[in-house]
């Protein structure tokens, strides 16, 4: 249902029973959306917001799922790296 910002002021409370019985009500200024009101929705588990986020683009969804490799620390040869950015930086 849309509705323009001065009617929905107006008749602010028939607005929200509106919304209380289920509908999702979209507010307009001069014809163009503005606002959405909608019911509360209560609980929702992780996985929901997580495909809520993915759907608005604002997440990417793993390709493969399942547990992920231990990170295990490589042995690197050669000096500290505290080492390496003292020499770095006394040859500035």
Do not use: C, W, Y
Request: hydrophobic residues 35%; glycine residues 10%.
């Amino acid at each position: 249902m849309r509705i323009g910002l001065r009617e929905a002021n107006q008749h602010f409370s028939k607005t929200i029973r509106k919304v209380r019985a289920g509908r999702t009500v979209v507010l307009t200024d001069h014809g163009r959306p503005v606002a959405v009101i909608k019911p509360f929705e209560e609980g929702g588990g992780i996985e929901e917001k997580f495909q809520q986020l993915a759907e608005m683009g604002i997440l990417h969804r793993p390709v493969r799922t399942g547990r992920l490799a231990p990170i295990r620390p490589m042995a690197a040869g050669g000096k500290p790296v505290s080492d390496l950015v003292s020499e770095e930086r006394d040859e500035r």
